[in-house]
């Protein structure tokens, strides 16, 4: 019967109305105090009981009856008076009438907040009148029963048209529902799970709650919590749970868990017949309930040792199986285990059984001697070692091989015997195996002075076991392969030349197939970075950055123009440059890589003067005659030195090469203070696939290239060098005039234009950063990363653009395949044809089709704006 006006009076009596709906007692809830006169309701005050003294003391009560005493006592008072107060009763009851109006619309804007709360309710609520039909329902409720909200008036909350299961899948009677139980019990029903089969045949699992609800004409409030997710988490935790406890009663070993104190917590089938009971009698006691004390006292000894440790403890226990009476031997893990919040839990036992390996031990003792005969009268050398590796057996086979009687090694150790096996590694492979470690063969070749002997020899060791399983010593199986590897030598070195030539021969395959995709990658990188030079200010730290990035964009796309000129895929174009440049950043690349053991002195004359060559190819000479010389000084350090000076070369010079002229030339010369490279090596250096060094370091090729290129420059390269002083190469390249070298670094104006390109490039990438370029450039671009789409738009409109550039390699249809579909339509349309890498396309055969620009990828800004102006401008 409380009426109140405003918006928080609207909230107050939403949230009254959602207390009774729960079921709670009206004369139980507290009246709320407003700050605004209430208007009661005298006939609603009585429909709900409410007593005169719980009304607010300055609430106005409408509809409330006058008493006939009061009606009739007025009759005394003047009849002016009656007129003034029946004036005053109509001017407030006027005042009434729109209280109540306004009322009205309080209230109707209250139920629309509790409505839409209802509906925003996280739970299904669903509630019914006195028999039970559904008279309300919020959206969630109409989600979670997958019953449209408008078909829950035509149901009971206890209706049989719901299919309702249990929790073990069996169906669930109607009287087991939390709804019908709130409805006859007259009380809270809570956490009733079951399951609503949908009309997909899925199941939904529910948690309900029903309350009978204490209002004239409703029945009950039923709460629905889906719940489907949690059961099935913990359905698969049970699957989990039962393949781990399969897992575990499977494994073959014995293994156990216990708390700190020694309590069993947890076991498997194998540990159940050590103690001869089933494992729900084992947990909760502890060793001393199923073995003798003093086994009992070795077990938890052990326990505390793992513990002690931090990790894993390994023992060997003698048990007897309770089950049967047989003993057996145990290899015994234990480990500390802790849990989620890294206490310790107690302690994971794991024990397999090892009798059979300890009968194995004892059958190797009885085979002792019988072993001996063996190495005695074998036809391979055998080597018996102690564990100070010290010789213990040399067997007559050895003897002979080695032209070394026995008494002269035995108790020796190996290097008062033999020196040289120190740098071949043999002592600390030994100390391997006599850890226990299992090695490969080895293979070397020997040279005994003192004897004569010399060949090849294959060696096999193996640890060396006493009865306890103890490693005590190494033997030795030492094979004479000299004859063998004399011709495996031979096969071998012509194989290596065919792998050589085979590896060059797919890395320029190799080249050729990853060209494509890398100049597509750089020209985006190239592209997006001049643009974002051209944003930044010019003297800025970011513009400086940027232009840092295209510099060595720059040189990833002249590398790639090296790597396919050496697969002969791409022609080397030799520019005017001072090598000074390039040889000064060659030494800050290789200063940050070299160890501080090799000091780098250098000597570069900055005007020494121009060359003709690839910036890239020096570079690599550079790089590759540099990090031979690190290899030099590895092991030791040293000082690499690098010069670069002005020579010039008489006719004297050059009598040993015959293909130089006297003239103006620059001499590199690269020098290290290593190990040197002794006579035999030094007149092969310059071989293809010729190399000492080891697998993993060289190819064989560096010096060849480099012997190569400078040639092709028309200069010389020559090497000395003597074993123990070091090594010094020194390169002739022949100087051109420097006017050159001017004119190639005269700075271009890049030009520009105002007109139509279509533009076709299947990556995305690359065409959305050339279209933004081009349009820098002024022109109006179209792009299509679509080859046959791209041909479809010129088809509709040919003369709408002045100039296409597409790319070779597309899906669906080539570059020049379009082209010359474009050129079909309108003969006089220049077009440029771009292209990473293809052995189907020059540039020869794109102009013998009618294309007029032919140009290889990554493209800079400067290249493309430069070719766009050169075939438009020769088109008009």
Known sequence: GLLLEGKEHGRQAARLAFRVLQGEDPDRIAVEESHSRSILDYEGLRRFQIPEDRWPKDALVINRPISFWSLHKNVLIPSIAVIIVLLGLSSMLLGTVIRLRHAKKTIQKSEERYRILFNSFPLGITVSDQDGKIVETNAMAATILSVPKEEHEARKVDGGEWRIIRPDGTPMPVGEYASTRALQEKRLVENIEMGIVKPDAGITWLSVTAAPLNLENFGVVVTYLDVTARREAEEELRKRESLFRTLVNTIPDLIWLKDTDGVYLSCNKRFERFFGASEAEILGKTDYDFVDKELA???????????????????????????????????????????????????????????????????????????????????????????????????????????????????????????????????????????????NSIEFSFCLQHTGKSGWNRDNSASFYNEKGEIVGVIGIVSDITESKHLEQEQKKLQTQLIQAQKMEAIGTLAGGIAHDFNNILGAILGYAEMAADDCPADSKVAYNITQVVKAGNRARELVKQILAFSRQAETDLIPLKPAVIITEALKLLRSSLPTTITITQEIDQDAGVVLADPIQIHQIVMNLCTNAFHAMEKDGGILEVSLKKKELTGKDILNEPHLQPGNYLQLSISDTGVGIAPEVLERIFDPYFTTKEVGKGTGMGLSIAHGIVKNYGGSITCDSRPGEGTVFHIILPAVDSSSLQASEKTEVIPGGNEHILLIDDEELLVEMSKRMLERLGYRVTAQTDSIKALAAFQNQPHEFDLVITDQTMPGMTGSKLAQRMLQVRSDLPIILCTGYSTLMSEEKAHSLGIKGFAMKPLTKKDIATLIRKVLDELA
Do not use: C
Not at 381 to 389: A, K, R, S
């Open 297 to 439: 006292d070795l077990f938890r000894e052990n326990d505390r040792k793992a513990i002690a440790v931090g990790g894993p403890s390994s023992n060997e226990e003698q048990i007897t199986f309770a089950d049967d009476g047989h003993k057996a031997f145990l290899d015994t893990i234990k480990m500390p285990m802790f849990g989620a919040d890294g206490k310790l839990i107690g302690v994971l036992g794991i024990g397999r059984d090892i009798t059979d390996r300890k009968q194995a031990e004892e059958a190797l003792r009885e085979s002792q001697q019988f072993n001996k005969q063996i190495i005695q009268s074998a036809k391979e050398g055998i080597i018996v070692y102690g564990p100070d590796l010290r010789y213990q057996a040399w067997n007559p086979f050895m003897e002979q091989m080695t032209g070394i009687p026995a008494s002269e090694v035995l108790g020796k150790y190996p290097l008062e015997v033999f020196p040289f096996l120190r740098e071949m590694g043999v002592i600390e492979r030994l100390e391997k195996v006599l850890a226990g470690e299992i090695v």
